[in-house]
């Protein structure tokens, strides 16, 4: 069964450092999502991207935060300069047009934790 | 703007009884979805169970029901013969119907279930 994947699955990194969390969309799948999960909070959304553009995001989705589909498989979310309160569980999500109910497939997570 | 509430922070329950999670959400759209989600220790995000509000009847799956009450604007869900399985944590999510379009979840504070052998 198609499913999303991430990488990695844990990042550390150093306060001020950027980093890239890596999503493979399922591959027929053209609405791709960002949302985040502070340990102990709920799942927050952060930014969906179609046709090769932000369609949406949060006002948590700063100038800090970029998202880009470089080729034709990956889907990345950039943080330029990370802060120790973007420590969180990083969830990238995909799904298929043509449906109204437009399930969400949400990948396996990536934990980012900054020190 | 829209809101989904999740009242109960913690829930337990004995294997093979039957629990119930509740969830409240606030729109002023009439056309909409609501979902389930859970979320085991592994931090996977797994859909259980949906429900479009257009429909009267509440969905199943398997051992999973939902009770829609649409003017209340209420969505519990119902776990029928629980298994040390199902212990994780619960989303309770909302998203208005867009046809064709992406749309962002919405998402409740949670319930975590546990399950006593």
């Known amino acids: 069964e198609p499913e999303v994947t991430q990488t990695p699955s844990h990042q550390v990194t150093q306060m001020g450092q950027e980093v890239i969390l890596r999503c493979v969309p399922i591959s027929n799948h053209l609405y791709f999502y960002w949302y985040r999960q502070i340990l102990g909070q709920k799942v927050e959304f952060l930014v969906s991207?179609?046709?090769?553009?932000?369609?949406?995001k949060s006002e948590i989705f700063d100038d800090q935060f970029s998202v880009e589909r470089p080729d034709g498989s990956n889907f990345t979310l950039k943080i330029r300069s990370t802060k120790l309160e973007d420590s969180a569980m990083y969830f990238c999500?995909?799904?298929?047009?043509?449906?109204?109910?437009?399930?969400?497939?949400f990948g396996p997570g990536t934990r980012l934790t900054v020190l | 703007a829209q809101t989904v509430t999740q009242s109960q922070p913690e829930m337990s329950v004995q294997e093979a009884e039957t629990v119930t999670l509740s969830c409240t959400y606030d729109?002023?759209?009439?056309?909409?979805?609501l979902f389930w989600y859970k979320q085991p220790p592994s931090r996977q995000m797994i859909l259980v169970i949906r429900q479009e509000a257009y429909k009267q009847q509440n969905a199943t799956e398997n051992r999973f029901s939902v009770n829609f009450q649409k003017a209340a604007k209420s969505f519990s869900l119902k776990i029928s013969d629980s298994q040390l399985g199902d212990a994780a944590m619960y989303f309770c999510a909302y998203r208005p119907a867009i046809y064709n379009q992406g749309g962002k979840l919405i998402f409740g504070q949670g319930t975590e279930l546990s399950v006593k052998p």
């Open positions: 729109t002023s759209e009439s056309d909409y979805y």
């Open positions: 991207f179609y046709n090769n553009e932000i369609s949406e």
């Open positions: 999500a995909s799904s298929v047009p043509g449906t109204a109910h437009n399930e969400q497939f």
